[in-house]
T-cell receptor, first 113, second 115 residues
Framework: GESVGLHLPTLSVQEGDNSIINCAYS??????FIWYKQESGKGPQFIID?????DKRQGQRVTVLLNKTVKHLSLQIAATQPGDSAVYFC????????????FGQGTELSVKP | EPEVTQTPSHQVTQMGQEVILRCVPI?????FYWYRQILGQKVEFLVS????????KSEIFDDQFSVERPDGSNFTLKIRSTKLEDSAMYFC?????????????FGEGSWLTVV
């Protein structure tokens, strides 16, 4: 069935370290993946996305890796800052389902100064 | 940067009452969505809307719910006869196009508390 899940519910890192947040998905038909950041009391904020025809995509301090063989997605945050503290969700989308995103449970990232 | 705006930010309503949550999508976007997040849970898709009609809806979006674009800028979610379990954060979202690869932008949410 459709499911997107995260391996770890919480992640605590030291300021300046790199963070890696993982996500597993089960639907091989999904062809678009997005990482959202959600701060307390706010809406999901788009961070980075990747299409299924790519393995890696880089943004500013963030990198998303997609491994279709094992249906795994990861978000890497370089030089993590206190402002990165939030819940991070991965979401998947199938091309024939338009804006219907399937969200994972979320990983809470806590950055220690 | 353009953003999706939602009102009210927080609403408390009596069980059985009707509520209307309002959204102003990003101006050049054509596709609109409502999602819901119960406290501590993941974000769930409710409905997508295009060209003044529902494109897709989830099993959550039953006859209790309806959406409307009453004018050129607003997009509303109406919840009739609210129940305690309707308490959640409701997010409006919009995208320029439909389909895979089109970024969906979310509003800050409307927190609904049913008492």
């Amino acid at each position: 069935g459709e499911s997107v899940g995260l391996h770890l519910p919480t992640l605590s890192v030291q300021e300046g370290d790199n963070s890696i947040i993982n996500c597993a998905y089960s639907n091989s038909a999904s062809d678009y993946f997005i990482w959202y950041k959600q701060e307390s009391g706010k809406g999901p904020q788009f961070i980075i996305d990747i299409r299924s025809n790519m393995d890696k995509r880089q943004g500013q301090r963030v990198t998303v890796l997609l491994n279709k063989t094992v249906k795994h997605l990861s978000l890497q945050i370089a030089a993590t800052q206190p402002g990165d503290s939030a819940v991070y969700f991965c979401a998947e989308n199938m091309g024939n389902q338009g804006g219907k995103l399937i969200f994972g449970q979320g990983t809470e990232l806590s950055v220690k100064p | 940067e353009p953003e999706v705006t939602q009102t009210p930010s927080h609403q408390v309503t009596q069980m059985g009452q009707e509520v209307i949550l309002r959204c102003v999508p990003i101006s050049n976007h054509l596709y609109f969505y409502w999602y819901r997040q119960i406290l501590g849970q993941k974000v769930e898709f409710l409905v997508s809307f295009y060209n003044n009609e529902i494109s897709e809806k989830s099993e959550i979006f039953d006859d209790q719910f309806s959406v409307e674009r009453p004018d050129g800028s607003n997009f509303t979610l109406k919840i009739r006869s609210t129940k305690l379990e309707d308490s959640a954060m409701y997010f409006c979202a919009s995208s320029e196009f439909r389909g895979s690869g089109n970024t969906i932008y979310f509003g800050e949410g409307s927190w609904l508390t049913v008492v």
